[in-house]
């Protein structure tokens, strides 16, 4: 019963301070909002926006059938947007970016029509660039067929002895192959692949919320841990001792106050992204409950050890920044851990904030059940225990 | 069995013997106190009674319970005052004692009760919705001494209570100190004022350098200067040379010198008082004061360490 009026009693002096509030709610809030429009920012943004490739189409022959035949067909594609230009002008839209690549037509393509040999195009593209790869696949396949529609023509007129049906026969093989691809068997769609969206699911604060959750719960041992460091400078810890209260019911009672302070904050941040942000935790709710509560135990056992260590408030300041900073940098609450490299991912992964951030996105973002909650659970509360550890172990040394 | 028993406590900071095998006991229902310059040791005695320090050697007992074997059981007799205003400054009076009286295992209507019976005590009632951290040095002092009442204790610590404030609230202390001993209280009370210990006690411990050099009544320590009289003298000049020469004057039998006063412990004041007067005119000093003063426990504590109990 003491533990709790201990920690009633060191929330009651937390929260009568309305800045705190700002603090605890407000701007986790806000920053919460921040990281994820820029999250989103970094994303295509635009729904509308073309994602065409461009394909400038240089021809200086443009009136001659079998142009007429290949610009139609390109024209279809749900992925190409050809655009005729003069090989001047296209060249400098490639460099410019506007254009992905340059088709050019070779001069005297049209001349086909009596049976020629197939004279070759070149495609001007970046060569090593996705980009580059995409438009080569998407010509390939009609080109191909256009020459194939091509020698079958000839063939025909041949058999026929008769150069007038190489034209009808290459509408009719054309018509066959127009048929063909309609079919659809194998459809090749314009699919850039967004890497992000593989971290984020389909929403950026999947990774805002759960980050700057974990980031100002660490942020909060500020307020926390001043407490205890008061608690010293007043001398009321010493007038506690003279009480018949045992040494480990004074330190189970402050961390009692922090865990119910940082998680107070949690689960207001959590009810804000579920019902504002659309950040599903109750997809899982009690493996969020279970990744929160475990959370919130880690950052209150480690601030029961800053409060024990600190000797001022300028020190509990420099603790709490340098835990915030470490622990939110490298547990991957900034950016996904996936995206960094793989020795500061290796090393991230120690973290306890990156067991909490894996805890939370087992669940928004990989959506899976609540046994991908015990893992991390479970190395939290060891990191808990050894913080916890620590701190009874420190605070029974402390000098009063 | 006595309220408080002392036996042979010791305590060291590395290599100061801040308490040097001290003993000393207190009835049930009298105060005692003790009394002693700054780093006699009196704070760290109080300490290791209250559970504060731990002892090197030795132990002692609160009704009965051993500090060291029992400290629980010793502490629920115990209502500690320390020396420093041991309280939360943002919390009202009333939320300080309501706390407090938790923590000394009060609850429901009983805790309102007592925290009412305190308030009143401490003469606080009218202000108990008020922060202490607003609260002027003296009334600080009368909370921080109720919030060692709120559960009765049988004893009650009181370190330096008086320390920094002014003559009202010093007043009201002592006042309250008297009517806790009246209800049956036994308290053990440090001072370095001579004038608190021989108003108030039952017993004097006189400490000094961590040792309990003697203990008594205030009048059977006052018999242990043999009827000597304190005489305080000033200077016209910064007197070393006269110093000196009054050191060998016949009748002085000790002497000390503490912020421009001369303290000189003498047999007959009629009789030495002139030859002070010649043997400083000798050096071409002049003597500006004097006050003769009765034997008190001033004169003891000089007596006992040739020094000023001020120094």
């Known amino acids: ?336 851990l996936e995206a960094s490299g793989g020795a500061f991912a290796a090393i991230g992964r120690l973290m306890p904030s990156a067991w909490a951030m894996t805890g939370y996105q087992n669940i928004l973002i990989r959506g899976l059940d609540l046994s991908a909650a015990w893992l991390p659970t479970t190395i939290l509360l060891a990191y808990a225990f050894g913080f916890f550890l620590l701190a009874l172990w420190r605070f029974r040394k402390m000098e009063l | 069995m006595n309220a408080i028993e002392v036996r042979h406590l010791k305590k060291s900071f590395g290599e100061l013997q801040a308490v040097q095998g001290v003993a000393f006991a207190a009835e049930k229902g009298e105060i005692l106190s003790l009394l002693g310059p700054n780093g006699a040791g009196k704070s760290t005695t109080i300490s290791m009674l209250s559970g504060l320090l731990a002892p090197n050697d030795g132990d002692a007992a609160i009704m009965g319970h051993s500090i060291r074997t029992e400290p629980e059981a010793a502490k629920a007799s115990l209502g500690v005052v320390p020396q420093d205003i041991a309280l939360y400054p943002d919390l009202s009076a009333r939320e300080n004692l309501v706390f407090w009286g938790k923590m000394y295992g009060l609850r429901g209507a009983a805790l309102k009760t007592r925290v009412d019976e305190v308030l009143d005590i401490i003469g606080l009632r009218d202000r108990q919705k008020d922060a202490v951290g607003k609260f002027s040095g003296g009334m600080k002092r009368r909370v921080n001494i109720g919030a060692a009442l709120l559960h009765k204790p049988q004893v009650v610590i009181m370190d330096e209570p008086t320390v920094g404030i002014d003559p009202q609230s010093r007043r009201h202390i002592l006042d309250n100190v008297k009517e806790l001993n009246r209800q049956g209280m036994t308290v053990l009370y440090t001072t370095h004022y001579m004038e608190e210990a021989a108003e108030l006690s039952d017993h004097i411990a006189i400490m000094d350098s961590g040792k309990v050099i003697a203990y008594g009544t205030h009048d059977e320590l006052i018999k242990l200067v043999n009827g000597q009289t304190r005489i305080d003298l000033t200077l016209n000049v910064e007197g070393a040379d006269v110093l000196d020469a009054w050191k060998v004057v016949e009748g002085v039998n000790g002497i000390d010198s503490t912020d421009g006063v001369v303290t000189v412990l003498v047999s007959d004041s009629n009789l030495v008082l002139p030859r002070l007067f010649e043997a400083a005119g000798k050096l071409g000093a002049r003597i500006t004061s004097v006050d003769i003063q009765e034997p008190n426990l001033e004169t003891v504590f000089l007596h006992l360490t040739g020094r000023a109990l001020r120094d």
């Open chain 1, 1 to 336: 019963m003491k533990i709790l009026d201990l920690a009633i009693k060191d929330l009651s002096q937390i929260l009568r301070d309305k800045k705190v509030l700002l603090f605890l709610v407000a701007m986790p809030i806000v920053f919460t909002l921040f990281m994820g429009f820029a999250y989103n920012a970094g994303e295509s943004g635009d729904e509308n926006a073309d994602t065409r490739l461009g394909l400038a189409y240089v021809d200086p022959q443009p009136d001659s059938r079998l142009s007429q035949m290949l610009f139609a067909r390109l024209e279809e594609s749900d992925a190409l947007k050809v655009i005729r230009l003069e090989q001047a002008e296209a060249l400098d839209s490639l460099r410019r970016g506007e254009v992905v690549g340059v088709l050019v037509i070779p001069s005297g393509f049209g001349e086909q029509d009596a049976g020629g040999t197939f004279r070759q195009l070149t495609l001007i593209a970046e060569s090593n660039s996705s980009d580059g790869q995409s438009l080569y696949q998407l010509l390939r396949v009609p080109i191909s067929q256009l020459m194939s529609a091509v020698e079958i023509a000839s063939i025909s007129a041949d058999v026929q002895g008769s150069p007038a049906e190489f034209a009808p026969a290459l509408e009719l093989a054309w018509a066959k192959w127009d048929e063909t691809s309609r079919l659809e068997r194998v459809r090749l769609e314009r699919a850039t692949a967004r890497v992000e969206e593989s971290w984020f699911g389909d929403n950026p604060y999947n990774q805002a919320s759960p980050g700057i959750l974990v980031q100002f719960a660490i942020m909060s041992l500020v307020t926390s841990a001043q407490i205890l460091v008061n608690e010293r400078k007043t001398r009321t810890m010493q007038r506690l001792m003279t009480t018949a209260m045992r040494p480990w019911e004074m330190v189970a009672g402050h961390l009692l106050a922090m865990f119910g302070l940082v998680f107070l904050q949690t689960a207001l941040l959590v009810v804000f992204a579920q019902f504002v942000l659309g950040v599903n935790y109750l997809n899982e709710p009690l493996g969020t409950l279970l990744v929160s509560v475990a959370m919130c135990l880690w950052v209150a056992a480690m601030g029961l050890l800053i409060g024990v260590l600190a000797k001022s408030d300028d020190q509990v300041v420099l603790f709490s920044l340098v835990s915030m900073f470490l622990f939110s940098a490298l547990g991957g609450t900034w950016f996904p």
